[in-house]
């Protein structure tokens, strides 16, 4: 093993540029500030009606355009911070020229569909579909080039590589929870092959409309502290009762060590390594065993070439569900045994962002290192003792932290998990 190639031979992969957007604030600066303060982005949901809704808080992101106009439709609105964190991230790692990066695209982000003002402007007599019949409304769509663009998933991530210019066809993937993380693994992966010496990862989510909210909510998946949002996601905690939907975005710019260090750019960190498991147990539910769990975790350990013992520090999924804090719990103890690194949920700051999520604490992971503090888990006021777990309650935390595990546990059993570790 060199300092360019890992325990395996492969090239060490670096991370030189990153961007966000998050219910905190657009820009890293902002986004992290407010996550070291232990500030809520939760709030009381605006774009819509809630009236009659079970739950009507969200972590909503305002963007620019949105103001005093019709908000964007979920597929516009993941393209738009897509393209926001996309650009800071190039920015900052100086990669490429200006409409040229010099690498492929993988873009993680949610299932697109029709969504129903769309389908009610139809309904009502849009594009001659006057009776509100099926029929009419399948023949006034068919005239809709915008409708047919906006729902072709693939559509989002074709034109955000030719805005920032990548190379070859552009990957679009959804796994539920854990996309964003899965963006990541896939550019890892290419470069640790030598298939392309960069890559521009992004994970983004739009999905706070009306249609996810009631998707989720009869899932009673969501938290219904309706009466204090900032107070709402409570993860690890014993008080809670649901997650909170959000959106944001997040972009890393992915290149060999060896690259990155030829054109003297600065490294934020490295991505040590990275493990999958699937579990096919239950649409909402993990196994009971936490197999896929406690294997995604091991996985990643194991292609970082550490043991347990090298972990500093947890990002953890901590949706604050009793589920998955239950089960996450679980594999904390199996992974670790008695040495437990300490545990912080970014969820309970800026929500649970989704397709987003995993992208966006892998950079919060890469600034966790940098700064050498530990993102609080906030609303921790009732700890639960079959958790009993250091979960950084509440306010941030000095230490010094060299390698990071990140947890993604997705809806459907996908589960990723990446190991960050500190510049060399």
Not at 344 to 364: C, D, P, R, W, Y
């Amino acid at each position: 093993m060199s300092k360019m190639r890992d325990h395996l031979g492969r090239h060490v992969v670096a991370v030189t540029g990153i961007g966000l957007v998050t219910p905190l604030g657009i820009g890293v600066a902002e986004s992290w500030a407010g996550l070291l303060a232990g500030r809520s982005g939760i709030r009381r949901i605006t774009r819509f009606p809630t009236d009659h809704l079970r739950t009507t808080i969200a972590g909503q992101v305002d963007l620019p355009e949105e103001a005093g106009a019709p908000p964007l439709t979920s597929p516009a609105r993941v393209e738009r911070m897509g393209a926001l964190a996309g650009a800071e991230a190039i920015a900052a790692a100086g990669l490429g020229a200006d409409g040229h990066f010099p690498g492929p695209l993988f873009m993680g982000m949610p299932p697109v569909e029709v969504e129903w003002p769309q389908r009610l402007d139809l309904a009502r007599g849009d594009n001659g579909a006057e009776s509100g019949r099926y029929p009419d409304m399948v023949a006034a769509a068919a005239g809709r080039l915008d409708l047919f663009e906006g729902a072709l998933f693939g559509g989002v991530g074709e034109r955000l590589a030719d805005r920032f210019g990548t190379e070859g066809a552009p990957i679009s993937l959804t796994t539920a929870c854990a996309t964003g993380a899965s963006s990541i693994q896939l550019g890892i992966e290419a470069i640790q092959r030598g298939e392309s010496a960069a890559a521009l990862c992004i994970g983004a989510e739009g999905s706070v409309q009306p249609e996810a909210l009631i998707r989720f909510s009869l899932l009673s998946a969501l938290s219904t502290r309706n009466e204090d949002p900032a107070r709402a996601s409570r993860p690890f905690e014993k008080t809670r009762e649901g997650f909170v939907m959000s959106e944001g975005a997040a972009a890393l710019v992915l290149e060999s060590l060896e690259s990155a260090e030829a054109r003297g750019a600065k490294v934020l960190g490295l991505l040590l390594g990275a493990g999958e498991r699937a579990d096919s147990f239950h649409r909402t539910r993990s196994n009971p065993d936490g197999a896929a769990i406690i294997g995604a975790m091991r996985a990643a350990i194991a292609d970082a070439g550490l043991e347990p013992k090298d972990i500093d520090y947890v990002n953890g999924h901590g949706t604050g569900t009793p589920e998955n804090d239950k089960m996450e719990t679980l594999g904390m103890r199996a992974v670790f045994g008695e040495q437990v690194p300490p545990i912080s949920s970014n969820k309970s700051m800026i929500g649970h962002t989704l397709s987003a999520a995993g992208a966006i604490e892998a950079v919060f992971s890469l600034l966790t290192i940098r700064d050498g503090m530990l993102p609080p888990t906030i609303n921790h006021e009732t700890p639960d003792p079959a958790v009993g777990l250091d979960v950084v309650p509440n306010v941030a935390r000095a230490a010094k932290v060299s390698r990071v595990l990140s947890n993604s546990f997705g809806f459907g059993g996908q589960n990723v998990c990446l190991v960050i570790g500190a510049a060399p």
